[in-house]
């Protein structure tokens, strides 16, 4: 007999966590605005609003906490971070950040000004509110393919080489600071972008003279489905593959809440050393000294330590395999969802979910709370509230897609719990026509509004 999938590690600690009853949520989500971030952790049951910063470190991350180093310069855990990056990205110069966003804060306060156009796939949240904050645009060529849930396409985190072109082409390369890759493409569904992409598109920007850095956040996810999906590569390591993919950058974001498996940290790695000289300053200003940047010694060394595991094939299979073991059930129920299944989540389809609400009572967000109502799991709108408004119209922007991703935190729960969360947008979809109504804003903040949004029911 052919054994069955288990993982490749055991449980050492367990945080109990509670399930409440229908009538309680229904208070709980009213009073929160209609906006899951303010629901408040222990009234949710099973958290999947995102796998940021919520995975379960290892046996030896917590060990390495005690070896941290606290001096303020020139600490060893700031070497020790140092060799990581070196070994397994190759680059000569980095910059530790708090997180993802302080790392795209500092760079881009050395690169970005107003009137820039950043060009990449479909840029995170963050990423883009960074840009427009700076009077920059955001320019998504991300391959059709990606905008279509129904299409099977192995790598719908790819580049469209001829959209590419055509702004390499319209702009001059004076106002194109920088490109921007997102591996995995987080906004298009957790998708992989190919090997053969990531070489066409650094030689297209090198042919342009524009340098490109990857927003690596899922880079380890992003290496595991080249080597499972890309055949020249089914033979090599994940650490060899991650090697390849970044001779195609010249620097790299990242937040290490993701696929270094910590709670917090980030960092920017540089190929150019002035580069990274000009964005030191701007790591002082907002960060800390460049040997630490707003990460204590302890956790230096845990996301040294992360880095290893999460290159690691064993828990790359068993991470993947589980969102796919979602991803499978919910196929089956005909539940539509962004194909094939994302690296660290599953992205429901609100528009195919919800067809009879309009896109102007937000699609997503209704849904996001109906499985809040239903089984108290929390998953998070990837739609028009988080697309904000124009930044010079103020219309409201509704995306190609509407999702809501079920994000899954790295080593935290069991397929039991992907059962329970299963069972739950089943149920939500087996009654969708009894949704009849979606929801209006009543406040909103004028940039990255999802996080502080207030909404109510919309009536009659
Ligand atoms: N880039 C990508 C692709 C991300 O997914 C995120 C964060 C960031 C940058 C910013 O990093 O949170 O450390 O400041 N994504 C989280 C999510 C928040 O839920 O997908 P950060």
Redesign the pocket.
Same mark, same amino acid.
């Given at each position: 007999m052919e054994f069955p999938y288990a993982e490749p590690y055991r449980i050492k600690m367990i945080e109990s966590i509670h399930r409440s009853t229908f009538e309680e949520r229904g208070k709980w989500i009213t009073d929160a605005k209609y906006n899951l971030f303010n629901l408040r952790s222990e009234q949710v049951y099973i958290d999947l609003? #995102?796998?940021?910063?919520t995975g379960a470190m290892s046996d030896k991350q917590w060990s390495e906490l005690m070896l941290g180093d606290e001096s303020y310069a020139g600490a060893s855990s700031y070497y020790k971070m140092k060799n990581a990056i070196k070994e397994i990205f190759g680059f000569d110069y980095f910059l530790p950040t708090?997180?993802?966003?302080?790392?795209?804060n500092v760079l881009f306060s050395a690169l970005i000004k107003e009137g820039d156009i950043i060009p990449g796939n479909s840029?995170?949240?963050?990423?883009k509110g960074h840009i427009e904050f700076r009077k920059a645009t955001a320019i998504d060529c991300t391959i059709n393919e990606a905008f279509d849930t129904t299409i099977e396409h192995p790598f719908k985190g790819n580049i469209d080489l001829e959209k590419l072109e055509k702004v390499f082409k319209t702009y001059p390369k004076e106002k194109i600071p920088v490109l921007i890759i997102?591996? #995995?493409?987080?906004?298009s569904g957790g998708q992989p972008v190919s090997m053969q992409n990531l070489k066409d598109v650094y030689s297209l920007s090198k042919k342009y003279g524009i340098r490109v850095y990857f927003?690596?956040?899922?880079f380890a996810e992003n290496a595991y489905f080249i080597k499972t999906r890309e055949k020249e590569y089914y033979n090599k390591t994940i650490r060899e593959i991650v090697q390849e993919m970044y001779s195609y950058s010249d620097g790299m974001?990242?937040?290490?809440?993701?696929d270094a498996i910590v709670n917090?940290?980030?960092f920017i790695g540089f190929r150019e050393e002035d580069l990274f000289k000009k964005a030191s300053v701007y790591n002082i200003m907002f960060e800390g000294f460049i040997t630490y940047g707003g990460m204590s010694g302890r956790d230096m060394n845990a996301l040294a330590q992360g880095l290893y595991e999460a290159t690691e094939f064993d828990y790359l299979e068993s991470r993947v395999s589980q969102v796919a073991y979602l991803g499978k059930k919910l196929n089956e129920a005909n539940v539509p969802i962004q194909k094939p299944y994302g690296g660290?989540?599953i992205f429901i389809d609100a528009k195919r979910f919800l067809p009879h609400i309009p896109k102007e009572e937000f699609q997503a967000q209704t849904l996001a709370v109906e499985f809040y109502l239903e089984g108290g799991i929390r998953t998070?709108e990837i739609g028009a509230i988080m697309a904000d408004r124009d930044p010079i119209t103020r219309e409201n922007r509704y995306p190609a897609l509407e999702l809501v991703?079920l994000?899954i935190p790295r080593r935290t729960y069991t397929n039991s719990h992907m059962d329970y969360v299963a069972t739950t947008i089943i149920n939500v979809f087996e009654k969708r026509n009894e949704i009849k109504k979606g929801l209006t804003l009543v406040k909103e903040a004028p940039i990255l509004r999802h996080f502080t949004v207030e909404l109510q029911r919309k009536e009659n």
């Amino acid at each position: 007999m052919e054994f069955p999938y288990a993982e490749p590690y055991r449980i050492k600690m367990i945080e109990s966590i509670h399930r409440s009853t229908f009538e309680e949520r229904g208070k709980w989500i009213t009073d929160a605005k209609y906006n899951l971030f303010n629901l408040r952790s222990e009234q949710v049951y099973i958290d999947l609003l #995102t796998d940021s910063g919520t995975g379960a470190m290892s046996d030896k991350q917590w060990s390495e906490l005690m070896l941290g180093d606290e001096s303020y310069a020139g600490a060893s855990s700031y070497y020790k971070m140092k060799n990581a990056i070196k070994e397994i990205f190759g680059f000569d110069y980095f910059l530790p950040t708090h997180q993802g966003r302080a790392a795209e804060n500092v760079l881009f306060s050395a690169l970005i000004k107003e009137g820039d156009i950043i060009p990449g796939n479909s840029h995170f949240d963050t990423t883009k509110g960074h840009i427009e904050f700076r009077k920059a645009t955001a320019i998504d060529c991300t391959i059709n393919e990606a905008f279509d849930t129904t299409i099977e396409h192995p790598f719908k985190g790819n580049i469209d080489l001829e959209k590419l072109e055509k702004v390499f082409k319209t702009y001059p390369k004076e106002k194109i600071p920088v490109l921007i890759i997102t591996i #995995t493409c987080n906004t298009s569904g957790g998708q992989p972008v190919s090997m053969q992409n990531l070489k066409d598109v650094y030689s297209l920007s090198k042919k342009y003279g524009i340098r490109v850095y990857f927003d690596s956040a899922r880079f380890a996810e992003n290496a595991y489905f080249i080597k499972t999906r890309e055949k020249e590569y089914y033979n090599k390591t994940i650490r060899e593959i991650v090697q390849e993919m970044y001779s195609y950058s010249d620097g790299m974001t990242m937040s290490s809440k993701k696929d270094a498996i910590v709670n917090m940290g980030g960092f920017i790695g540089f190929r150019e050393e002035d580069l990274f000289k000009k964005a030191s300053v701007y790591n002082i200003m907002f960060e800390g000294f460049i040997t630490y940047g707003g990460m204590s010694g302890r956790d230096m060394n845990a996301l040294a330590q992360g880095l290893y595991e999460a290159t690691e094939f064993d828990y790359l299979e068993s991470r993947v395999s589980q969102v796919a073991y979602l991803g499978k059930k919910l196929n089956e129920a005909n539940v539509p969802i962004q194909k094939p299944y994302g690296g660290h989540a599953i992205f429901i389809d609100a528009k195919r979910f919800l067809p009879h609400i309009p896109k102007e009572e937000f699609q997503a967000q209704t849904l996001a709370v109906e499985f809040y109502l239903e089984g108290g799991i929390r998953t998070v709108e990837i739609g028009a509230i988080m697309a904000d408004r124009d930044p010079i119209t103020r219309e409201n922007r509704y995306p190609a897609l509407e999702l809501v991703r079920l994000a899954i935190p790295r080593r935290t729960y069991t397929n039991s719990h992907m059962d329970y969360v299963a069972t739950t947008i089943i149920n939500v979809f087996e009654k969708r026509n009894e949704i009849k109504k979606g929801l209006t804003l009543v406040k909103e903040a004028p940039i990255l509004r999802h996080f502080t949004v207030e909404l109510q029911r919309k009536e009659n």
